[in-house]
């Protein structure tokens, strides 16, 4: 299971990548939560499809263009840790940026059912049930 969803988490992403919102949530539960209060812009919770959609939204308001650029996942069983570049331009200003910010997807039945974004990294290991040791082991 593993393997799957990992490739479960980077269809998702590819395809949001490419602006292909409806393939993107093709790969969650219709009643997923994004949880953006440790690293959103505005840190909200948003909830189900229609949720998703709205923070995609809020996102593009915000940054105009952004790309999801996964550097790391770790599977640990029903979560996979990701670490993730965002590269962006603003909208306002057109300025091009570049983050790091972390991802706990957690899958249940082949559906990602919660995404938590996080900008420490212990943090998020922590939220996904790993530590630093362990993240190193899959290295």
């Known amino acids: 299971m593993s393997q799957e969803n990992v490739e479960i ?10 602006g292909d ?5 093709a790969a969650m539960d219709p009643n ?7 690293a959103g812009p505005d ?16 996102l593009r308001d915000v940054f105009g263009s952004l790309r999801n650029e996964p550097e790391e996942i770790i599977d640990n069983g029903d979560r996979l840790f990701t670490r993730i570049r965002q590269r962006s331009t603003g909208r306002a200003s057109g300025a091009v940026t570049e983050d790091v910010i972390y991802q706990i997807i957690t899958i249940d039945k082949g559906k990602a059912i919660r ?3 996080f900008r420490d990294r212990a943090e998020a290991l922590e939220a996904a049930g790993l530590s630093e040791k362990d993240a190193h082991a899959d290295s």
């Open 43 to 58: 840190g909200e919770i948003y909830r189900g499809y229609e949720g998703a959609k709205r923070f995609w939204r809020m």
């Open 9 to 18: 988490f980077r269809r998702a992403q590819e395809a949001y990548n490419e």
């Open 32 to 38: 997923v939560v994004f949880d953006s209060t440790r």
């Open 115 to 117: 995404v938590e974004f």
């Open 21 to 25: 919102w409806d393939a993107a949530l």
